[in-house]
């Protein structure tokens, strides 16, 4: 069953790339923009992040599921998959309970990471709330920044230089506004996961 919604628990402590190798890549060395080319870096992460469909550095999400699969697998999102922290589930009484660990295995090796049914285990039997009633907190990511792909990195450097170069989303150098072009993606492009909800 694939992931209804994911919500954000706990953020990267740290970005992919540092303040200082930022300002080493753009050849900067006054300290008048840290601030400014620190929101950079966390706006290009973000926006890297939307688009390979990963988190980059260790972070901790929920995913929300409408019921039990009956395929016997939840699929989490934001591949790497590190660790599931737990399953909560929601009955139709209004209660919180959280379901055993001896109930499930969780498979980091695939993408997505996914919880599967143990052996001869099975899902618990009482009815569900409506709405999303199946939630799964789990950590995700290639772990510090060291672990971050070189060219996940590198295009984290050509996203900030383009920031910082032109500072508004449309040039008018030309005879005509036009869109300034974003040249990180070839970059990218390897490290998409591609969810099929």
Request: proline fraction near 7%; charged fraction near 15%; aromatic fraction near 10%.
């Amino acid at each position: 069953m694939k992931t209804a919604a994911w919500t954000q628990v706990t953020g990267p402590a740290d970005e992919p790339l540092s303040l200082e190798e930022m300002k080493e890549h753009l050849r900067v060395d006054a300290a008048d923009e840290d601030a400014l080319i620190a929101d950079y870096i966390a706006a290009a992460r973000g926006a890297a992040e939307a688009y390979t469909g990963r988190a980059f550095v260790t972070q901790t999400w929920q995913a929300h599921f409408t019921g039990w699969p009956a395929d016997g697998v939840l699929e989490l999102p934001l591949p790497p998959l590190q660790s599931v922290a737990w399953v909560k589930y929601t009955t139709d009484a209004g209660v919180l309970k959280t379901l055993s660990a001896s109930v499930y295995r969780v498979v980091t090796a695939t993408e997505p990471g996914c919880i599967v049914l143990a052996s001869n285990q099975s899902w618990p039997s009482e009815t569900l709330d409506a709405g999303l009633p199946v939630v799964v907190q789990f950590v995700c990511g290639y772990g510090g920044a060291a672990a971050v792909p070189a060219g996940v990195k590198q295009a984290l450097r050509w996203l900030v230089g383009h920031m910082t170069e032109n500072r508004e989303a449309v040039t008018m150098a030309t005879s005509a506004p036009q869109q300034v072009p974003m040249s990180a993606r070839w970059a990218l492009d390897p490290h998409r996961f591609h969810y099929h909800w």
